[in-house]
């Protein structure tokens, strides 16, 4: 016996260990990872993030030099174009039979705190003409040019503010996605805790009463008991069968929503985990409210209101007024009848010009749009002064609910406890015939009552916790900011 107990003792673990993967245990934290991982809500967020991301790289590519090769191939011409005599100023039109091609390879480059682009080419152009059998060339082997407006709007300039800060905000709002997930499924899981354990309550009171309503036959036989205690006992075994049908249809739905929004077909004889205790942790608004400050979308988003507007701002002023821009150009060129000679004895070729357009009269158009950017300014500055007050607010609501919450969920365990109790000690009382119907079914409903009373409590206790995570995107628990690996999001 005894070299067989070891054996024993293990295969009693093994269908331990079967039994408990077959109930398919799921904890609120097992169905925040699950959902976080999968469902569509993460996907989205995932989306979202990887689209801002290829923007702000997109951005980022257009700081730098660009090289880029074109050209006008085989451009055949056969037509009757019109000619005009030097001396005497006659139109003739002559026939045209040409062939040109041309090519040009270029370097440019944006100098973002000018707002001017300077670019380095080579061109090169072939002329044929069948009708005299003639073949040209001309060739830039070098042109560096550069293009500067004068008191202009200098778009790239801002955008060096505004896409940094676009790309940490897209960080940010991923997390409060993913943390808007735990949000949902927290709901979810209560939800589905609450049917689950109305049904729970709801077969375990079918037994009672079946039991209990066998011992008042009994007690009626023996005189015991009167003929109304054994009907209501009777109508309450009854209804309580209707309430278990109801309970199982509700069971059945909140089940399929919870893990529809995970993204889980198989799971048939799952069990939820109810979080009994509450997390020990201590959070002042004073501690939300700087990490609310340091990591949250909120703060990012007001700024970059305020620059939009101060932005379209600029834009208004420098549309105002004279406009004009320098282009410069240096490089050398040839033309020649051979290839060869077309790269020979190059000449200079310089060119340098100012453009200028002066509006004389517009009716005021553009003067409206200033006065009306900056209007915008102030009305995005108030906006954002408004959205501060509230959003400080709301955090302060919150930590204030959080606080409360949980010496009312401890309250309520000690309440379900005791009821509990006292439903045990009621039911033993009316099965020695010392207490009426009446007294038992009040236990009953104060048993039902305190247990709904604590699963609804948890789930705002959990729901304004993951509320708090979302506002400070800080885990309370474990310490630590929250992050993501953003680089294998993107190469998912």
Known sequence: MKTRLPYITLLMLLLCSLARAQQKLVSLND??????ASSYDAKLAQFGFMSSYWAYRSFKAELLPSMSLTGSLMNFDHSRVEARD????KINYVESNSLNNSLTLSLDQQIAALGGTVSLQSYLYRLDQFNYNITNYQSLPLRISYSQPLKAYNELKWRKKTEPKEYEKAKKVYLENIEDVAINVTRLFFNAVSAQSDY?????KCRDLEELYKISERRFKLGTINKADLLQLELSKLNTQVEANDAKVKMSDAMYELFSYMRVTDYEGAQLIV????ADVNIDANTVIQKSLANSSHILEQ?????NAQQALAKAKSDKGIQMQVNAEVGFSR???????AYRGLQDNEIVGITMTLPIFDWGVKKGKV????SNLELARAKKEKADNDFMQQIKRSVMQFGAQAEQCRTATEAMKISQERYDITKKQFEAGAISVTELNTAMQELEAAKAQHVTLLQSYWTYYYALRRYTLYDFIAR???TADYEKIIKQ
């Open 31 to 36: 169905a925040i990872r699950i959902a976080q």
């Open 86 to 89: 030097a001396e005497s100023g």
């Open 200 to 204: 729970n309550q709801c077969l375990t």
């Open 275 to 278: 979080p009994e205790a509450v």
């Open 303 to 307: 700024d970059l209101s305020i620059l």
């Open 335 to 341: 033309t020649a009848d051979k290839l060869t000679e």
């Open 371 to 374: 006065m009306m950017a900056k």
């Open 480 to 482: 630590h900011d929250l």
